[in-house]
């Protein structure tokens, strides 16, 4: 039904290949075909829709993608330095826990 504007025209040999095409080009876009005789190629690009597509693009898909991307290295960014924080939580806390277990064996010599 997309191509239904070709069914009046001839196939024409694509040289070099052993494809044949029709094709139609207007103002509203165009509309192709192509076969090797097994199988059949199509494409049919209407103008304003290319248009609606490159608007939804650039206004809202590639904004969008920026964000997540971003928000995604900052995501990692955060995850890291967490992640260092708690390390040094945690030498802090070992840290703590030799310091108090060494006084309490000195304390406990010094009973003995």
Known sequence: DNYSNLKDLDWINIPGVNFI???KFSNEGYSILVTNLKEIFGESINE???????????????PTLCHALLTYQENI????????????????SVSKSIDILLDYKM?????N
């Open 107 to 111: 304390n406990l010599s010094a009973f």
């Open 77 to 92: 960014a955060l995850k890291k330095r967490l992640s260092q924080w708690e390390s040094k939580q945690n030498l802090e």
């Open 48 to 62: 304003d829709q290319v248009q609606q597509r490159f608007s939804l693009r650039t206004h809202i898909l590639v």
């Open 21 to 23: 095409m029709k094709y």
